[in-house]
DNA sequence: AACCGATGATACC
DNA sequence: TGGTATCCCTCGGT
């Protein structure tokens, strides 16, 4: 029968909007509701949905008057503004403007406890108040101790004053055609940036010669999830990728070789298709190390290309195992984490299923786990409970972390999940980078900040952020000797230096953006005639694109007493 | 401007 | 233990 008949047979409806003024009471509608509708027959929930999928925002209640048995009896339509998060009226979360409410149904979304909001919540007005301190606990042993005498030394008592890029010097616009992955600085070569895509693509890019970049397509067949330079030639880096392989690339020619596929048999289904997450490459005892989706650890010696010892199941059976890190001052000691909940300390001299050294607890996946940069004797993990987690010294208690910093860098399918990374360059190995999820209005602009934080302290050193920069930025890299901090934001790269850095180099040349792909020639075509575009024009390109925003920031701003 | 879709962790059965 | 509904400040495309 076509719709229009059933129309036609169909009562009067009646469509009633509420005002702006809520109706506090509406419990007791919402059940008569139910009970009327189901008593209905099918024709009028039919028509219901009908009309529900023509508005999504505005939930459509039917209201049939008591003499609804008869069929053209008249029917009253009411479309009442719910919150779409909760489905319930009185409230409405989502953007206003440039500040978003939240459902003040649900618990906070930034520390995840119940009774406020993000905005009212007091992590995001005193930045310290989610520190739990660290417990002063005294159980070493005299091993931890000879160890920690030699490693106190390299960590000097007084802190340096941070530096912090926080001015992006130089960009390349959807560089990649998927979001980026991860990033890696060329240990040699100053101004080499490694990017990889959720495609499997490997960017390599020259920030000093901004349009000296290439993007490698044929190295993997789905995300690359971690690389890492090999040690004994700079040229090379090795990746570890969701199709289950690790490759071997060189950077001059983009010639890629594979040291190992999971899945040589093809795709047999997603029970059996094996991915590789986690990769660390352990120079002194010559492997690289690689871990899967289903909880196992993998490691193959770098002479011979070939597979060393046996597969270990290294966290719970079937979960993914996203991180690992070997200790860069003990050869011996290995990090690892995953969607078990967990991060575990192992000994490389016996690795066996469940003979970690230290079992580390999160509430929730843990992102990434690493080792401090210098000491080794710190850890700092990222999980998604919206958490970081610092333990002061691998040789004290590991019970419990030393800190727990509450810190909005939720787990999104659609994003890269967030890791915060050490600053190489601190001697304290107290500052991190990390993006932020939540946005914050800066001048009617939705922005999400990339955060600056003392681990020691738990506040917020830095929160630095770029009109040109609307999309979050999971993926931070700082530069092991530069004061540059490079980041992945979508399929956008942008690298930062400090303020007054930034300015002599701008004063140079400018501020440098490039397009890529289709964002190039859509900018070419929306302003077509007025100029040729050509790749040198850069600033005029940015021009253009600040002016096609709607609301803009002056300029990118670095303050120094933000929320989080 | 309003959709659409991609597709990860998780709670619950 | 496995299948599925739900989560719901994404992003880029049409």
Known sequence: MPPQTRRMAFPNVVIERDTDSEESSSSS??????????????????????????????????????????EKAPITISLKKVCKVCKRTGHEAGFKGATYIDCPMKPCFLCKTPGHTTMTCPHRIAT???????????????????????????????????????????????????????????????????????????????????HEKIVYGNIHGCILNNMKFKPTNDGTVYAASSDGTISCTDLETGISSSLMNLNPNGWQGPSSWRMLYGLDVNSEKGVVLVADNFGYLYLMDIRSNSKVGETILIHKKGSKVVGLHCNPVQPDLLLSCGNDHFARIWDMRRLESGSSLCSLAHRRVVNSAYFSPRSGSKILTTSQDNRLRVWDSIFGNLGSPSREIVHSHDFNRHLTPFRAEWDPKDPSESLVVIGRYISENYNGAALHPIDFIDISTGKLVAEVMDPNITTISPVNKLHPRDDVLATGSSRSIFI?????????????????????????????KKFDGESDDSDDDIRKIKGKITQSRKAEPKSSRCSLKGKR
Do not use: M
């Open 29 to 70: 509608d919402e059940e008569q509701d139910v009970e009327e509708e189901d008593n209905n027959d099918d024709l009028e929930a039919e028509e219901e949905e009908e009309v529900e999928n023509g508005d999504t925002v505005e939930e459509v209640k039917v209201e049939v008057s008591a003499a609804k048995k008869r």
């Open 128 to 210: 310290e108040y989610g520190v739990i301190p660290a417990p002063r606990r005294h159980t070493h042993n005299s091993l931890d101790y000879v160890f920690e005498r030699q490693l106190r030394p390299n960590i000097p008592a007084i802190k340096p004053a941070f530096v912090i890029p926080d001015q992006v010097n130089c960009a390349v616009i959807r560089y990649h055609s998927r979001r980026v992955t991860c990033l890696e600085f060329h240990p040699t070569r100053n101004n080499i940036l490694l990017s990889g895509d959720k495609k499997g693509q490997l960017g390599v890019w020259d920030y000093c010669k901004v």
């Open 496 to 524: 930062w230096n400090p303020k007054e850095k930034s300015e002599i180099v701008q004063q140079k040349d400018e501020k440098k953006i490039v397009l890529c792909g289709k964002a190039e020639k859509k900018l070419n």
